[in-house]
Antibody, heavy 117, light 107 residues
Framework: QLQLQESGPGLVKPSETLSLICTVSGGYMSHSSYSWGWIRQPPGEGLEWIGSIYYNESTYYNPSLKSRVTISVDTSKNQFSLNLRSVTAADTAVYYC?????????WGQGTTVTVSS | EIVLTQSPATLSLSPGERATLSCRASQSVSSYLAWYQQKPGQAPRLLIFDASNRAIGIPARFSGSGSGTDFTLTISSLEPEDFAVYYCQQRSNWPLTFGGGTKVEIK
């Protein structure tokens, strides 16, 4: 059974880079039809897609974040990662990793990231 | 960007009642629409993909319909565990987008 687990710092200072890793267990990342994505949810708000990466490392990003986001994959470690640069308080959220195929059928439990000095 | 508008924002119903949730897209998404359920402190759970296909393990009381710009999620008879927030999401065009959510609360 495929499982995803987010990891990374829970507190990031303004203007710094938020870096998270999603570890995939119970399955392989390199299936040709799979993509892997990041979604976030600010406190009390709805869901926002950040970006997705395919097995061939093609990436798609939310235009609202594109200038600050990089998503990469390391299939040898069964991990994919999120880097969000120049963070502000508006980037405070629960960050989820997920597998978006026909729908996002597998999600991590989420990790809370707070941007504060 | 395709905007998804969900209505109503809040639905107050009693257990055993039928719930009808709406999601309207700003342009056609064909059938590339999914529905999710989210409970407090939990990750969203996929209920329906491609407008009308139940995900693995989802009870038959959940059903989805629609195509193009208008979609509906129906819960035929609400169980206590169904009170939650529901989101729609399209995968027709980049960027992927979510609706703002409908909260189904106990009346």
């Amino acid at each position: 059974q495929l499982q995803l687990q987010e990891s990374g710092p829970g507190l990031v200072k303004p203007s710094e880079t938020l870096s998270l890793i999603c570890t995939v267990s119970g399955g392989y990342m390199s299936h040709s039809s799979y993509s892997w994505g990041w979604i976030r949810q600010p406190p009390g708000e709805g869901l926002e897609w950040i970006g997705s990466i395919y097995y061939n490392e093609s990436t798609y990003y939310n235009p609202s974040l594109k200038s600050r986001v990089t998503i990469s994959v390391d299939t040898s470690k069964n991990q994919f990662s999120l880097n969000l640069r120049s963070v502000t308080a508006a980037d405070t959220a629960v960050y989820y990793c997920a597998r978006p195929i026909y729908g996002m059928d597998v999600w991590g439990q989420g990790t809370t990231v707070t941007v504060s000095s | 960007e395709i905007v998804l508008t969900q209505s109503p924002a809040t639905l107050s119903l009693s257990p055993g009642e039928r719930a009808t949730l709406s999601c309207r897209a700003s342009q056609s998404v064909s059938s590339y629409l999914a529905w999710y359920q989210q409970k407090p402190g939990q990750a969203p759970r996929l209920l329906i993909f491609d407008a009308s296909n139940r995900a693995i393990g989802i009870p038959a009381r959940f059903s989805g319909s629609g195509s193009g710009t208008d979609f509906t999620l129906t819960i035929s008879s609400l169980e206590p565990e169904d009170f939650a927030v529901y989101y729609c999401q399209q995968r027709s065009n980049w960027p992927l987008t979510f609706g703002g959510g409908t909260k189904v609360e106990i009346k």
